[in-house]
């Protein structure tokens, strides 16, 4: 499943999948693993979790995973 909307200004934008997308693994391991060192960045939340990437100017900027947890809020 593939959600994008196109609301932000001028060329930024997001999609949202039910799966890991390329784009948010790539940016997931330069950001985490090369930059921040960790040495497991994916875990099985992954597999359970919205993923959105945001886009500028075509290319991945950012990205974050949303899931439903044990506790309120």
């Known amino acids: 499943m593939f959600h994008e909307k196109q609301f932000l200004p001028q060329e ?3 999609a ?3 799966e890991l997308s390329a784009e948010a693994r790539l940016i997931r391991e330069e950001v985490f693993m090369h930059e921040q060192g960790y040495k497991d960045e994916f875990d099985a939340i992954d597999a359970r979790a ?3 990437v945001l886009f500028v100017a075509g ?3 950012g990205c974050c995973r949303f899931f439903e947890g044990d506790a309120p809020g």
């Open 12 to 14: 930024e934008r997001f």
């Open 50 to 52: 919205f993923h959105l």
């Open 59 to 61: 290319q991945p900027a």
């Open 16 to 18: 949202v999948t039910r």
